[in-house]
């Protein structure tokens, strides 16, 4: 089974930068979005930024002129440029890909930003 491992979380100052990567273990086909989305204590899980494969993006509005996903098809990865941390940011960020018939999700990297 194919899986998604997230890297480059950790524990940084608030207005600092944070970039992290999602790599898959094989190659998947047919990718139709990658996206991060991240999960705050006692928070629902909320979309961060998608791109498609065609190249549309969107972003969450809380990361809007922060953040920054991009892909590198040659490389089967996606990442995401976090700058200006904030405190609100922390959270569990969580890698996945889209197929048409599923959802591949990666365990997750902790994102802690302090004040």
């Known amino acids: 089974q194919v899986h998604l491992v997230e890297s480059g979380g950790g524990l940084v100052q608030a207005g600092r930068s944070l970039r992290l990567s999602c790599a898959a273990s094989?190659?998947?086909?047919?990718?139709?979005?990658m996206g991060w989305y991240r999960q705050a204590p006692g928070k629902q899980r909320e979309l961060v930024a998608r791109?498609?494969?065609?190249?549309?993006?969107n972003y969450a509005d809380s990361v809007k002129g922060r953040f920054i996903i991009s892909r590198d098809n040659a490389k089967n990865t996606v990442s995401l440029q976090m700058n200006t941390l904030k405190p609100e940011d922390t959270a569990v960020y969580y890698c996945?890909?889209?197929?048409?018939?599923?959802?591949?999700w990666g365990q997750g990297t902790q994102v802690t930003v302090s004040s």
């Open positions: 791109i498609t494969s065609g190249g549309r993006i």
């Open positions: 996945t890909w889209s197929t048409r018939t599923y959802d591949y």
């Open positions: 094989d190659i998947i086909y047919s990718i139709n979005a």
